[in-house]
Every structure is written in C-alpha cells, then in structure tokens.
C-alpha cells in the first residue's frame, strides 16, 4: 500500500486536491452528509431487521436504499479523494487500516444479506418478528458500519503501523 | 465567564487529556449519525419519497433521534468547554447552534402533528427548512475547525 501511496503524489489528482484550499473542508462537509444518510437509513432497516420498531411495514423500509447508496457513493468518492490529496498519511495509518477492513466486512454482510434474506423476505408479513439469521446480519451491519464511524473519526489521533 | 469555564477542571480534562477529546469526538459523530440520519429520512419521506412508509411509523424513532440529540449535547459541551473562549467568537460555531436550535424546535413541531395526524400543507415546508438547517449545521460545523 506504501508502495501505491508513493505513485499517487505528484499525480493529477493529487495536485488538484492539495492545491484547491476549499477542497478538503468541502470533501468533508460532504463526507459528513454522505454518513448522515448512510446511517440514516440503515439505522431504520437494520434496527427493523434486527426486531426493533414492529409498526414500520419490513418490505417498505428497504425504499431507502437508494439514499443509503446515494450515502455510500458521495463517501467513497469524497474518501478517494482523500487518499489521493494525502496518501502516505493514510497508508500508514492504522485507524484508516481497520477502518476499510470493517467496510469491507460490512460489503460481505450485505451479500450474505442479499443472498440468503432478500429472497424469503417477500413472503413475511409487513409486522415480522424477523428469524435469527437476519437478526445476526442486521447487527453485524449496525456494528461494523458505527466501528467504520468511530475509526473514520479517529484517524488524527492514532498512531502509524 | 468563557475564560472561567475554559480553565475549569473538566474543560483542562477534556482539553489535557490523551484520549478525553477524540473520545467526545467520536460520541459526537455517532449521535451526528443518529439524529441528522433519522431526521433526514424523515424529512424525505414528509417531502414524498418512499410513500410505502407510513409517516407515523417514524414515531417510534423519535426517542431514538432525541436520545442522539441528548449525547451530541452533552459530548458538544464538553468539547466546548475546552476551547470556550474562541468557540464563542467562530461565526460558524454561532451559525451552527442557531440551526440546532430551530431544528429541534422544528422536530418538536413535526413530532407532535404526527403524533396527531395532524399532517397537512404546511408539513412539506417544514421538512425542507428542518432538512437545510440539518445541512448547514453540518456544514457549519466543519467550517469551525477552518475559520
């Protein structure tokens, strides 16, 4: 990944983003609105999933999907550019390690998810008390994705590795 | 008085401390998610999407949002004490609790006419002030670690 970070400064991208002075408080601002609507909505389908608020309709939680991608996508972008503006600080860092380790686990679940509770969830009535399985799979989400949060968060103040 | 609250023993905590600040940090980004996220979606849905979620089925979420709110409170005053005397003089940090305020005021608001199914025109204004006012809060706040 060193080796990678290194071929990055001095490139296009790289310039642009150090030498635009709005640019990373822009990133950021958006960065943080890409995490409101991420969690946002899967606090709702996941929380739903995991058995919490029986009165919302399971199958009709999964329209805001589109604002979660929407969430994902404004953060992967605004997170790319971030490497690409400071590589070498990221690289090393182990907080940003972790931090795409757990997206990448958090990627994994929502395969398991649409591999194994997406095609039964057309036959649950809209107030289920959904089985154990997609309980499992809605806390593996909220957890790693608040972790992804936390670690995000943290990354000015832990050490290199 | 910010000079005193600066030099208090939880502010020279919170401020001194390894771990005291980047932890109010992250219980701040965590209750940012909480309550921006759920009201955000609830804003959308007010505004016509999703329309196969009934808008009183966010109801059971409002504690949810409101209990976010009460950590953001709590972390934003410890990490203001920190640094009292230049927050207080941050246009941005200024911009950003006046936004809070009236978006809290605004949730109030819609809590209650859900709670009454009292929807009615008026509902679709709300939500897109209380949705800008939760983006400028946002943004606000990002901007005070700049200006």
């Known amino acids: 990944m060193e080796a990678f970070a290194q071929s990055i400064e001095g490139g296009v991208i790289y310039n642009w983003v150090t030498s635009v002075y709005w640019l990373w408080p822009l990133m950021e601002t958006i960065h943080f609105i890409g995490l409101s609507l991420l969690l946002g909505g899967l606090i709702i389908i996941d929380g739903r999933l995991a058995g919490f608020f029986r009165g919302v309709n399971i199958a009709a939680t999964h329209k805001l999907l589109p604002w979660v991608f929407i969430g994902f996508g404004l953060n992967l972008t605004t997170g790319v550019l971030f490497f690409f503006g400071d590589p070498m600080r990221y690289a090393i860092n182990v907080g940003f390690q972790i931090k795409m380790v757990l997206v990448v686990i958090a990627g994994l679940n929502a395969l398991w998810f649409w591999w194994k509770i997406n095609p039964v969830m057309q036959d649950w009535e809209p107030d289920v008390n959904p089985p154990g399985l997609a309980k499992v799979i809605a806390w593996i989400s909220l957890v790693t994705w608040t972790g992804v949060l936390l670690l995000g968060r943290l990354i000015p103040y832990v050490s290199t590795g | ?147």
Not at chain 2, 19 to 48: E, K, N, T
Not at chain 2, 109 to 121: E, Y
Not at chain 2, 124 to 140: D, F, H, P, R
């Open chain 2, 1 to 147: 008085m910010f000079e005193w609250l600066e030099n208090t023993s939880v502010a020279l905590w919170v401020g001194e401390s390894l771990w005291a600040y980047p932890f109010m940090l992250s219980l701040h980004v965590i209750g940012l998610a909480i309550v921006v996220g759920i009201l955000s979606m609830l804003d959308l849905r007010l505004l016509g999407s999703f329309k196969g979620i009934r808008t009183e089925s966010f109801l059971p979420l409002m504690k949810f949002a409101w209990l976010g709110f009460l950590v953001n409170a709590t972390s934003g005053v410890f990490l203001f004490t920190s640094q009292a005397t230049t927050f207080v003089q941050s246009k941005p940090f200024l911009i950003k609790i006046a936004c809070i305020f009236v978006g809290a005021i605004l949730t109030k608001v819609i809590q209650n006419k859900l709670s009454k199914s009292a929807s009615d025109g008026s509902m679709k204004g709300i939500a897109v002030v209380s949705l800008l006012l939760w983006l400028v809060a946002i943004t606000a706040g990002r901007l005070t670690a700049y200006i």
